[in-house]
């Protein structure tokens, strides 16, 4: 699960910002409307889900691209004429960086953190359960886990990440951390429209076992878009790289015609492919979702959170998203701490906050009529008001 994010000198992001995903000290979980909204053990409390909120060009999608950049990074190593230049590099900043923090299958917590120039990596460091598995700073690599000899080959000035150079030694920490992290999943707009009918709408195997094994949760979010949608099956093609490859159809109410997905409508097809990842949460992995709502009507949205990602059957995945759906904007369905702001200040710069840095009483209703007067900011050129 994803503890936290935090970003710095990055595209929007000017000054480093937090996205906390972990309840504050204090905070009262247990027998509220919100307890179902954690994963809550012994020594954690996690949150299932996160909406982040913002006016267009107010910075949400460089979030997103943040926590890409950053999986990036991690699994191939830095490359710094790509990743400082005009287009990644805050103008005002001499640096960008980045922290993550993961708490794996195991319960491990592993908390990364890097920060480079044009010239050089300037700092990173791993650890492991608040021990520290590595530290590269001033040039200076040390490590308790190390041989004196590699520490001293590689206390060097560096323009690759030391995550990279250490891989080949199978430290145990590296490997999980790294295998944590391929449980985090980006979706985003490339610019390819997948809901189009002109893209194929081919699946595999192993998708098509996993939709029949949730075929009564799907089948119900379906139904809220398409009342008359009775069943979804299953047509196969043939073998693609000796990988079996099936198309959906759907049967519908007083007909035996058989309804292609890739004939269906855009928010039939959106609400496809979104499930194929959120059947992915049920598996315990972090998927981060650019712009949710588009497709997707408000009353399907809120089922997905309250039906599918905020329940007892989910244990350890996660959902996070940006949106633009102020119905979204709302603590009976959300702890305040689960609602993000994404605001652009004057200088053009991004900060990222909470819902909870106001005080809002529980039984508030409509929170959103206080978001379009600009009271929490996200509306791009008005300052928040506490």
């Known amino acids: 699960m994803l503890l936290y994010f935090s970003v710095g000198g990055f595209c929007s992001f000017k000054d480093t910002q937090d996205l906390f995903l972990t309840a504050y000290l204090g905070t009262r979980l247990k027998n509220t409307k919100y307890e179902k909204n954690f994963y809550i053990d012994k020594n954690n409390r996690v949150m299932k889900s996160a909406v982040v909120f913002g006016a267009n060009a107010s910075g949400k999608t460089n979030l997103i691209l943040g926590i890409e950049r950053l999986k990036e990074i991690i699994f191939n190593g830095i490359n710094l004429p790509k990743d400082f230049n005009e287009k990644n590099l805050n103008y005002d900043s001499e640096s960008i960086k980045f922290e993550i923090g993961i708490l794996d299958q195991k319960k491990n917590i592993y908390d ?65 951390f790294t295998f944590s992290l391929s449980d985090v999943i980006i979706k985003r707009n490339k610019g390819i429209n997948y809901e189009s009918k002109d893209v194929p709408s081919t699946i595999t195997e192993n998708v098509k076992l996993r939709l029949e094994d949730k075929k009564k949760d799907v089948l119900q979010i379906v139904k809220l878009l398409d009342y008359t949608v009775e069943d979804f099956q299953f047509e196969k093609l043939g073998a693609v790289n000796d990988e079996v490859m099936y198309d959906i159809y ?60 905020n329940v007892d059957d989910n244990l350890k995945g996660q959902l996070i998203v940006t949106s633009h759906n102020l119905f979204l904007f709302d603590n009976n369905i959300f702890e305040p701490q689960q609602i993000y702001i994404v605001n652009k200040r004057e200088d053009l710069t991004s900060e990222l906050y909470s819902l909870s ?14 978001f379009l007067k600009g009271r929490y900011g996200g509306i791009n050129g008005q300052e928040k008001s506490r």
């Open 357 to 370: 840095e106001f005080k809002i009483r529980s039984e508030k209703e409509n929170l959103y009529h206080d």
């Open 250 to 309: 759907f049967l519908r109410e007083n007909t035996k015609n058989k309804f292609y997905l890739g004939n269906e409508s855009e928010g039939i097809r959106k609400i496809i492919n979104l499930m194929l990842g959120l059947l992915e949460i049920y598996d315990g992995k972090t998927v981060v979702i650019d712009e949710l709502d588009s497709s997707i009507s408000t009353v399907s949205l809120i089922k997905l959170f309250n039906n599918f990602i």
């Open 112 to 176: 990364y953190s890097i920060e480079f120039k044009k010239e050089k990596l300037i700092y990173e460091k791993l650890e492991c359960n608040d021990k520290v598995i590595y530290e590269f700073k001033d040039d200076i690599l040390s490590s308790k886990k190390l041989p004196k000899e590699i520490l001293r080959i590689f206390s060097i000035s560096s323009t690759e990440t030391i995550l990279k150079k250490l891989r080949d030694f199978q430290l145990a920490e590296i490997k999980d």
